[in-house]
T-cell receptor, first 107, second 112 residues
Framework: DAKTTQPNSMESNEEEPVHLPCNHS???????IHWYRQLPSQGPEYVIH???SNVNNRMASLAIAEDRKSSTLILHRATLRDAAVYYC????????FGKGTRLSVIA | DVKVTQSSRYLVKRTGEKVFLECVQD?????MFWYRQDPGLGLRLIYF???????EKGDIPEGYSVSREKKERFSLILESASTNQTSMYLC???????????FGSGTRLTVV
């Protein structure tokens, strides 16, 4: 079972920041949080992962709460190409995908 | 650019046929995985492998088998295809644990 909880869907305007929340209240101290996204008609792709502190890469930022029970994926300026299903995954091997959040971006 | 290549993008097979779905990765990854994806059910793990000739059952292995004779190739086999195996099949590979999975583009299989 997926151990994370995400909203089913979210909507954003183009060029606005997007904050995608995720709850992972049962996370252990050594489990990373991973984010993947799936564009239409493609396989999922890795976005970012983190353990305790905030993380940044060219795709997004990941803000992890101090108690590690929640995190937020931040897309700084949403584009139409960011419309996808975003999966938040509590580290597990192999990866267990939940339903994710379907992000719609409005022009 | 690293790649996971699935042999077919679309496939149509008849009920009862033996079906082979091939997946090849060029990243020298140890781990390989097969998922299926259905509307409303998300991605579900069928089988995975952490080494050559090694395989482990995932959440829904019934009706499937796998083969990993070489490190770069992981085959999913439908022994006798049925209509409820109509789905999108996704292969993935990774080097270490849960980090940095690379997925293929998927094979959309229709069993008629």
């Amino acid at each position: 079972d997926a151990k994370t909880t995400q909203p089913n869907s979210m909507e954003s305007n183009e060029e606005e920041p997007v904050h995608l929340p995720c709850n992972h209240s049962t996370i252990s101290g050594t489990d990373y949080i991973h984010w993947y996204r799936q564009l239409p008609s493609q396989g999922p792709e890795y976005v970012i992962h983190g353990l305790t502190s905030n993380v940044n890469n060219r795709m997004a930022s990941l803000a992890i709460a101090e108690d590690r029970k929640s995190s937020t994926l931040i897309l700084h300026r949403a584009t139409l190409r960011d419309a996808a299903v975003y999966y938040c995954i509590q580290e597990n091997t192999p990866l267990v995908f939940g339903k994710g959040t379907r992000l719609s971006v409005i022009a | 650019d690293v790649k996971v290549t699935q042999s077919s993008r679309y496939l149509v097979k008849r009920t009862g046929e033996k079906v082979f779905l091939e997946c090849v990765q060029d990243m020298d990854h140890e781990n390989m995985f097969w998922y299926r994806q259905d509307p409303g059910l998300g991605l579900r793990l069928i089988y995975f492998s952490y080494d050559v000739k090694m395989k482990e059952k995932g959440d829904i292995p019934e009706g499937y088998s796998v083969s990993r004779e070489k490190k770069e190739r992981f085959s999913l086999i439908l022994e006798s295809a049925s209509t409820n195996q109509t789905s999108m099949y996704l292969c993935a590979s990774s080097l270490l644990g849960a980090r940095g999975y690379t997925f293929g583009s998927g094979t959309r299989l229709t069993v008629v």
